[in-house]
Each structure stands twice: as structure tokens, then as C-alpha cells.
């Protein structure tokens, strides 16, 4: 069945930097788009970024425009979302998700999430 | 960037009841509507996709409607363990963007 697992949260000072991961299992990896999605404590859902299945197209939020990077590697199965400058702002659980075959933007599996904290 | 609207942000309904919530797009974005449910604790979970189609494993008492700006989740018969916290979801353009969410509590 499909997995996800993230890992690589916890606190971090602002200004610093912090990388998640997610480990895809029971799917083909490499066939399909992923995204990150966050949800600051007592809020709504944000998305944040995106990446093709091959790595050949990504995008991002204006929020975390030019400080975060997502990448994928397929020979360890796994999607990474590389923060920089971290702010305050920033905390939140991140979620990596799994992108419907087909339809675009659309996510049918989530991982159970990476808490980030950045102290204000 | 397209806003999602999402109405009400609570309602409050007893087992058994037809529960309908809406969400409203800032332009037109088709049929690219999600919507998801997530309780406490947990990561969200897909019930719609496209507007109108259920996704595999999720009760039929969930349907969706809608296409252009305006969109409807409709539970026709609220089951205990539908408490929780329900968005919509644009995909047709990125930044993908969420409505703010509508909290289905127990009257």
C-alpha cells in the first residue's frame, strides 16, 4: 500500500536552515508529481510546492519563493523540500502528499507529517 | 493568485442530518475542485476530486457539485465519525490554493 514518511523536522533557530524528507513506498515513484503542503498550528492548510514526476517542472508559493527548493531523487524513492532562511511564519506540520495520475494538483495520499519550528 | 470561499467556517448538526457546505472560487477554475476531511491529529484525507467524483473507498453519502466558481459538499446523512474539519481545494492553477476551512461540530 502507498506510504509516505516524512522526517527531518524540529526546532531551528530563524535565519537557519532545515531539510525535510519524504519516503515514498507502493507506488512507482518516479511516475507520478508530488507536492508539500503545511498547516501552522490551529490553522488552515498552505500549499507549498511542487514538483513533476521526472523533476523537470516544480513551483511554489510566494510565501516560500526563493528560500525553499524541492527536489526528488528515484533511486532512493524520496522527496525532499530543502528551507532556508527560515522564518517565524514557517512553523508549521508539513505534510508531503502524492498527486492523482492525471489530475493535476489533486492529492490522494498524505504522509502523517514533519513538525517544523521556528522560535520567534 | 485564485481565493477559495468557503461557507459557512462552522455548523453545528446532529447525526442523521443532510449537511451542505460551499465554496466559492474567485474566477472561473472548471471542474478542478478537492475536496478533503481532517480530524484532529491527522493528515487530510481526499473524499472528491474534479468537482463531483468520490474517490475509492469513501462513503457514497458524500457527493460534490458544481463548476465554474461555485462548488457544494453535500453530506446527506452525517454519521458520527464525519465530525471534523472539511476544505475545498483549487487545482487549476498554481499556487493551488485552499478555502479556510468549515468545522462540522455536534449539536
Known amino acids: 500500500q502507498v506510504q509516505l514518511v516524512e522526517s527531518g523536522g524540529g526546532v531551528v533557530q530563524p535565519g537557519r536552515s532545515l531539510r525535510l524528507s519524504c519516503e515514498a513506498s507502493?507506488?512507482?515513484?518516479?511516475?507520478?508529481?508530488m507536492h508539500w503542503v503545511r498547516q501552522a498550528p490551529g490553522k488552515g492548510l498552505e500549499w507549498v510546492s511542487f514538483i513533476s514526476y521526472d523533476g523537470s517542472n516544480t513551483d511554489y508559493a510566494d510565501s516560500v519563493k526563493g528560500r525553499f527548493t524541492i527536489s526528488r531523487d528515484k533511486s532512493k524513492n524520496t522527496l525532499y523540500l530543502q528551507m532556508n532562511s527560515l522564518r517565524a511564519e514557517d512553523t508549521a506540520i508539513y505534510y508531503c502528499?502524492?498527486?492523482?495520475?492525471?489530475?493535476?494538483?489533486?492529492?490522494?495520499?498524505w504522509g502523517q507529517g514533519a513538525l517544523v519550528t521556528v522560535p520567534s | 493568485d485564485i481565493q477559495m470561499t468557503q461557507s459557512p467556517s462552522s455548523v453545528s448538526a446532529s447525526v442523521g442530518d443532510r449537511v451542505t457546505i460551499t465554496c466559492r472560487a474567485s474566477?472561473?477554475?472548471?471542474?478542478?475542485l478537492a475536496w478533503y476531511q481532517q480530524k484532529p491529529g491527522k493528515a487530510p484525507n481526499l473524499l472528491i476530486y474534479?468537482?463531483?467524483s468520490l474517490e475509492s473507498g469513501v462513503p457514497s453519502r458524500f457527493s460534490g457539485t458544481g463548476s465554474g466558481t461555485d462548488f457544494t459538499l453535500t453530506i446527506s446523512s452525517l454519521q458520527p465519525e464525519d465530525f471534523a474539519t472539511y476544505y475545498c481545494q483549487q487545482a487549476n492553477s498554481f499556487p493551488l490554493t485552499f478555502g479556510g476551512g468549515t468545522k462540522v461540530e455536534i449539536k
Open positions: 474566477q472561473s477554475i472548471s471542474s478542478w
Open positions: 474534479a468537482a463531483s
Open positions: 507502493g507506488f512507482i515513484f518516479s511516475s507520478y508529481g
Open positions: 502528499a502524492k498527486q492523482i495520475l492525471g489530475y493535476r494538483g489533486i492529492t490522494h495520499y
